[in-house]
């Protein structure tokens, strides 16, 4: 992809940026979404005129008129990608076409217009470039992107708006699981997120408001994350609150739910399935009912479950539990494939592993 004409967004510098020793401070150990960058991307959509106005400058407050429709039907869509410090000091991106291409698909859905790839991808290149001297030092440490696109027009008729705005802001960022632990454990939720026909596969800020009350529900029973169902059925595991699942079994092969439009087609889920089909595992895309999951974890069938996403990286899943009572997956903590696939993927994302694929995009 070719890069964007340099001057292709207006610099506002910054007035007053963090200081040095504020900056290192905050990084040192960030946790996951709490620490901010001083910098942030902005470019306008207008109906009959496009794309126009981006700059990069101070991150600021935006000023929204009451009536935006964003405040009032949710027009809104994000994306959630990292960039790393290799270890020769570069900085880099995994598989920023990718995540433009779904923050596309969530616009269409959406009915929100489009953005341009490599303008996508130049804005996210540019909001790394700005904030460079953010990035975590703590180990597994890196610069958690968050491009988003929401409805600005002050209209309260119900249809798609006319004016758009287009962010990028950043965040350091360490471990998202609070617990560190290095198994979760998760709450089967009653609650649906998503239905066939419905928003499930879009990154829309309203998948994320419809999994609050479970996720609270999850979090006060002390558990890390929620896994969904199918709304139909309420039989057929779909994903967690912000990750998808892979099952593996004794015979070395894995099941991931298929992408059938009700969750997310995660980039991690991707890519890994790619790394375990090169290493000759056997992957199947097909539903497995959480009436299996339980029976094959009591056998022994179940070996490993894994938690897979950008914030989540990947992780283990070591409990399950719900209305219906409780169950462990194997030891408890991470298994071997688990362990390797993380590595692997981790390796190639910091160039630790080369990158055969050409998923990692170096930024400077
Ligand atoms: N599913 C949901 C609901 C998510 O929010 C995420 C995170 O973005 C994922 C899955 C994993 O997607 P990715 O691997 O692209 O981060
Ligand atoms: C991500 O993994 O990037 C996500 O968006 C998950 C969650 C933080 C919403």
Known sequence: MADAPANLFMTIPHPAPTSADMRNAA????????????HMVSIDYTDGKGWHNASVGPRV????????SVLHYAQEIFEGMKAYRQADGSLSLFRPEANAARFNASA?????PTLPEDLFVAAVREQVRIDRDWFP?????SLYLRPFMFATEAFLGVRPALEYKFLVIASPAGNYFKSGSPAVSIWISDYSRAAPGGTGAAKTGGNYAASLIPTAEAFSRGHDQVLFLD????????ELGGMNLFFVFDDGSMVTPPLTGTILPGITRDSLLQLARE???????????????????????????MACGTAAVVTAVGHVAGPDGEFTIGSGGPGQLTTRLREKLVGIQRGAIADTHGWVMQVD
């Open 61 to 68: 407050p935006i000023s929204l008129d009451p009536a935006a």
């Open 279 to 305: 290493e000759g595992l056997t992957v199947r895309e097909e539903p497995y009912s959480i009436d299996q999951w339980r029976a094959d974890a009591a056998s022994g069938k179940l070996v490993e479950t």
């Open 108 to 112: 269409t859905r959406m009915a929100m």
């Open 137 to 141: 030092t703590v180990e597994g440490g």
């Open 231 to 238: 709304a139909v059925e309420h039989k057929w595991v779909e």
């Open 27 to 38: 990084i040192a150990d960030p946790g996951f979404g709490k620490v901010f960058s001083d």
